[in-house]
């Protein structure tokens, strides 16, 4: 469905992605993992269309799209939540879901779409007049990620989901993750450092190392890997 | 209060003293005098130190006035009243406010004075209005709005000379072309945020007046245009003697000829225009296009992710505000009857964005306070001359110091709740 394939990208003379290959099937929770700096949210920006790839391709439904502008990317249903949520914190609750459904052709069925995003984050409802800006940390992520469900993508790109967020609400938006998935029937690609919610959550995942998948299998392998354990999990004994 | 706290303040006071005391000392201390066969130095430290005393006391005055804020309500309370007050009958005061409007010129006070005055702030509060779609809703900080005024005015004017069509025809016209110059400005500032958004524009301010300076042949120069028709009463004009076979707005409906009707036709004409420019507002921010300015003022980044297309909404911005510029410029114009490249400059401008800071970004009500307030103050300081800028500065701060987030800053939500939609 997503197909990314030898992706290179640059901070001016900064390399950040260093050929990065990536497949995600429809239907599927593919995650991706690694250290800080090591280009995940780089790779998001890219596939999103903020950030532009230098070299590679990548094609979605088979249509090269490395070239569009984001706003296009979105119009084919490929929706981020960009990492940190951010949130328009001085817009109302469901002014921000409103804005979600801004390229749904203007909100065509906006109320069943508003329904079901306050069906899946029902504190949401209960804030609807509230500002953004006052809602807690893990409020905000469901926010970001209710707004991103009512353009009704296809694919939906979470980059880091669980910063900063208390773990009882972390493990919250991990079961919407997966229920969004199962569903609704939405394509996950998510990007975080807690590599063992992340593993445990995805059908397949990839390690990414300075700008570079080094590891990939299905996330049970991957939750097994020695090498994995001692770099991104606890318990883990480097050979 | 604690002791160390008032010591704390004073030693903050006197500080303040000296930075003053450096500040006023060059500037006022030493007078420059020209005493027969040249130019003398004459110091006068008194007014210094009356000066710097009175920082002294002000900056204390305000320290202690936050160091006991919670014993202290008298500003919070005020303007946490005023601001209650404001919210929960916005409507009712918004109401208010315009039959207030409506009925001003027959106000057995009101002469030609406070006509004029009115004339001023109500161009004044349309101009801030237009601002506020650029600044307060899509959050571009643009430091040369006057040049779309000017350019309102200006082709305002030369439509008007060189074509002699009416000014309905003309006033569209002119609102086009300022919008034209809107994306104009746009397009090379899209990339731009913050300061260097602001820089740009200030410049871009500039660029317009000079050209309309050195743009002889067009604009005619430092000395402006002149003989810019007046605006008739759907054809009626306000003259005194109509040419022959004409019917002019007094002899038309019976009147005794007074050059008031004029006045107060203005008066209604920019009053309408104005409310126009607010009820677009008003409407637009319930649009996709207008939640998305007020989007892309929050966070560009989470824009794009959600398919906001950034530079259109950008344009969008910069031409509806330009366009209402126009308009303004128009009316400016035909009021006149005279323009020149020194109706345009920076301070104008500066002027026009602190309406809108002051008024609270994106707040339509208070745009119109904040425009009564620097407006009216300069006017009632008039007779202080220069110093009347003191007035308007020393506005300024206090807005600043009690209200640091504008008049009213509370943003009104553009969906509300189901159930309570009116």
Same mark, same amino acid.
């Given at each position: ?14 390399? #950040?992605?260093? =050929? ?6 429809? &239907?599927?929770?593919?995650? +991706?993992? =690694?250290?800080? &700096? ?5 790779? +998001? ?20 799209? $490395? ?5 296009? /990317?979105?119009? +084919? ?17 469901? $002014? ?14 906006? $109320?069943?779409?508003?329904? $079901? ?19 807690? =940390? ?9 707004? #991103? ?7 939906? +790109? ?21 229920? /969004? ?13 807690? #590599? ?8 397949? #995942? ?10 990939? =299998? ?22 | ?22 500040? *006023? ?15 003398? @130095? ?7 130190? !009356? !000066? ?68 001023? @702030? ?46 309905? @025809? ?18 090379? %500032? ?27 042949? %067009? ?33 038309? *409906? ?11 036709? !203005? ?21 996709? %296009? ?133």
């Amino acid at each position: 469905m997503l197909k990314i394939s030898n992706v290179e990208t640059f901070y001016g003379k900064i390399q #950040a992605l260093r =050929g990065v290959d990536i497949d995600v099937n429809d &239907g599927e929770i593919v995650s +991706l993992i =690694g250290s800080n &700096g090591a280009g995940k949210s780089t790779l +998001l920006m890219t596939i999103s269309g903020v950030n532009k790839a230098r070299n590679g391709n990548i094609t979605f439904n088979g249509d090269r799209i $490395e070239n569009k502008a984001p706003h296009k /990317i979105v119009d +084919l249903g490929i929706c981020q939540v960009p990492e940190g949520r951010r949130i328009f914190s001085r817009l109302t609750v469901e $002014e921000n879901l409103r804005l979600g459904a801004y390229t749904n052709e203007q909100g065509k069925n906006y $109320e069943t779409d508003i329904k $079901e995003v306050y069906d899946l984050f029902p504190v949401l409802s209960n804030r609807k007049t509230q500002r953004g800006g006052t809602l807690s =940390g893990g409020e905000q992520q469901m926010l970001a990620i209710g707004r #991103a469900l009512m353009s009704k993508p296809k694919v939906l +790109l979470l980059d880091e989901p669980s910063l900063g967020i208390a773990p009882k609400l972390v493990n919250q938006i991990f079961t919407s993750i997966k229920n /969004i998935n199962k569903e609704k029937n939405v394509t996950i690609f998510l990007v975080e450092q807690n #590599a063992k919610k992340a593993l445990e959550l995805a059908d397949r #995942a990839y390690v990414l190392v300075n700008g570079k998948v080094t590891i990939m =299998g299905s996330g049970q392998d991957l939750l097994k890997n020695k090498d994995i354990q001692a770099a991104y999990l606890e318990g883990g004994t480097k050979n | 209060m604690e002791k160390q706290d008032i010591i704390k303040s004073f030693k903050d006071s006197l500080f303040t003293g000296l930075i003053a005391l450096a500040l *006023f000392g060059p500037i006022v201390g030493l007078r420059t005098a020209s005493k027969g066969e040249g130019l003398f @130095i004459t110091p006068q430290w008194g007014v210094v130190f !009356l !000066l710097v005393g009175l920082c002294i006391l002000g900056r204390f005055l305000i320290n202690i006035n936050s160091a006991r804020r919670t014993e202290f309500k008298i500003f919070s309370t005020l303007s946490s009243k005023f601001s209650s007050i404001t919210e929960g009958k916005a409507k009712h005061f918004a109401i208010t406010g315009i039959l207030f409007a409506v009925v001003f010129p027959f106000l057995p006070f009101t002469d030609r004075y406070f006509m004029d005055v009115a004339i001023m @702030i109500l161009t004044y509060i349309m101009l801030g209005w237009g601002l506020n779609i650029v600044v307060g809703l899509a959050g571009l900080l643009d430091l040369g709005y006057v040049a779309f005024y000017a350019v309102g005015a200006y082709s305002y004017a030369l439509i008007a000379t060189t074509f002699g069509w009416s000014f309905w @025809i003309c006033l569209p016209l002119a609102g086009l072309f300022a919008a034209f110059f809107g994306i104009l400005l746009g397009f090379p %500032v899209l990339r731009l945020r913050g300061d260097y958004l602001a820089i740009v524009t200030l410049g871009f301010g500039e660029i317009i007046r000079i050209i309309l300076i050195n743009w002889y042949e %067009v604009t005619n120069g430092p000395d402006g245009i002149t003989g810019i028709p007046r605006p008739s009463f759907f054809g009626l004009p306000f003259k005194r003697s109509p040419d022959e076979g004409e019917m002019s707005f007094h002899t038309f *409906f019976g009147l005794e000829y007074s050059t008031m009707h004029r006045i107060i036709f !203005l008066y209604y004409l920019i009053l309408v225009l104005a409310l126009i420019t607010n009820y677009f507002t008003l409407k637009i921010r319930k649009l996709p %296009v207008g939640r998305a300015w007020e989007a892309l003022r929050e966070d560009e980044i989470a824009c794009k992710s959600l398919g906001v297309n950034p530079t259109n909404t950008k344009l969008t911005a910069f031409a509806i505000g330009a366009m209402f510029g126009g308009f303004a410029g128009s009316f400016f114009a035909t009021r006149q009857a005279f323009i020149s490249p020194e109706s345009f400059t920076f301070i104008e401008s500066a002027i026009i964005v602190a309406i809108v800071v002051l008024g609270g970004m994106g707040s339509q009500t208070g745009v119109v306070l904040a425009s009564i307030f620097l407006i009216g103050i300069t006017e009632i300081f008039r007779d202080l001359e220069q110093y009347r800028m003191i007035a308007f500065g020393g506005a300024m701060v206090l807005i600043m110091v009690f209200k640091p987030k504008g008049i009213l800053a509370n943003r009104k939500p553009t969906i509300l709740m189901h159930g309570d939609k009116k």
